[in-house]
């Protein structure tokens, strides 16, 4: 075991270079500017390629073309460049080509992007969203694995918190299993067969080639994402077998929310936690379950009110369900405010019980 002190954007670099990524693009946008720069820095040494593009859209196509062609690939940015890269996204979607996407928002928990994208199409996209800066490492390799095993574009969901906090953490590889021979990519070889490879959006093919048609197609990717749904979720749960309350809270947001609950269950309150690791797919059964008995299930997320529609459509008794999360910016305009303070959580929490 070999100990870093590593800025988050730094290890989740780490990490991808250990799960393999040798093509990597993106465009300098705190709080995703320091993964971009260590991939810079790291990433030739590796036999590996990185471009700093033109804009997000450059990079995300780039990164798009890796994966046709078989690589290992991945991009990134807040938010605002990740809704510039969003029809790439879809694209790539539905017509299956597997990368990752590192989402490091700024200054709230975009759930809805993460979650509902802003493509085109019937697509969806798994998004794991790590706590803390070893758990992002793991995420890392994971989505890496599960975009391969998925032939689809995959999101790790992160924030300031997790990018620019430094800690201690050890990257090593990690093995998730076997996979699927990469037998569609563009790899030039035609796969011995003596015709081209394609990739379709829509599975339109040649004329001597009809392929499953537009039909056949968006039949096979509306079964896949049926599939992923039933077999990828995740979450954390404690406390909850006898909690009154459960709060729920994801990605680095959690962490707060597990310390303070914590301390209210050391109180004598009767009280646990819920923490969707994947936002997407939900784990919705999950949540009914950790919410059976429960008076008061509490949505603490950094926005307006966003898993809120999640938690309503899964919990117990949707009537239980109150948020008690809010819009807090710091004074930079580039992290979180106050809300994040263990005293103002707390209030949050016991105002509402």
């Known amino acids: ?25 993106g465009y300098p946008m705190s709080p995703f500017t ?68 590192f989402n490091l928002a700024r200054n709230q928990q975009d759930y809805f992007q993460a979650t509902r994208g802003g493509g085109w199409g019937d697509y969806r996209t798994i998004t794991l ?12 390799q ?63 093919g040649k004329a001597n080639d009809p392929g499953p048609g537009p039909d056949g197609h968006w039949r096979a990717i509306a079964d896949k994402f049926d599939r992923i749904a039933a077999l990828e979720q995740r979450h954390e749960e404690s406390m909850v077998d006898d909690a009154e309350t459960v709060v729920v809270a994801f990605g680095t947001a959690a962490k707060f929310v597990e310390h303070v609950v914590e301390g209210l269950r050391a109180e004598g309150h009767r009280i646990g936690w ?14 009914r379950r950790a919410t059976t008995g429960a008076r008061n299930v509490l949505v603490f997320e ?12 899964h919990a117990a008794d949707r009537d239980a369900v109150r948020f008690v999360g809010g819009v807090s910016i710091a004074e930079s305009g580039l992290s979180y405010g106050p809300l994040l303070d263990a005293p103002v959580i707390r209030e949050r929490i016991l105002g509402a019980t």
């Open 1 to 25: 075991m070999t100990l870093q002190l590593l800025e988050g954007g730094a290890a989740m670099a780490e990490a991808a270079i250990a799960a393999g990524c040798r093509f990597f693009t």
């Open 142 to 204: 994971l989505l890496f694995h599960l975009a391969d095993k998925h032939r689809a574009p995959v999101m790790l969901y992160g924030d300031p918190l997790l990018a620019q906090t430094r800690v201690g953490v050890d990257v090593q590889p990690l093995d998730f299993g076997p996979l699927p021979e990469k037998n569609w990519a563009l790899d030039g070889t035609g796969g011995g067969t003596g015709r081209s490879r394609q990739i379709w959006t829509w599975a339109m």
């Open 34 to 101: 320091g993964l971009l720069e260590e991939m810079s820095r790291r990433l030739p040494a590796a036999g590996g390629v990185c471009l700093n593009a033109e804009s997000e859209i450059e990079g995300v196509n780039m990164t798009l073309g890796a994966a046709a062609a078989g690589a290992r690939a991945a991009t990134g940015s807040c938010g605002q460049g990740i809704a510039l890269m969003q029809e790439a996204i879809a694209e790539a979607a539905l017509n299956e080509t597997p990368f990752v996407v």
């Open 274 to 287: 819920f923490r969707p690791v994947t936002l997407w797919p939900f784990p919705g059964a999950a949540l």
């Open 129 to 140: 969203a790590p706590k803390d800066i070893p758990e992002a490492v793991e995420h890392t």
């Open 302 to 313: 950094l926005n307006a009110g966003q898993m809120l529609d999640d938690v309503r459509i």
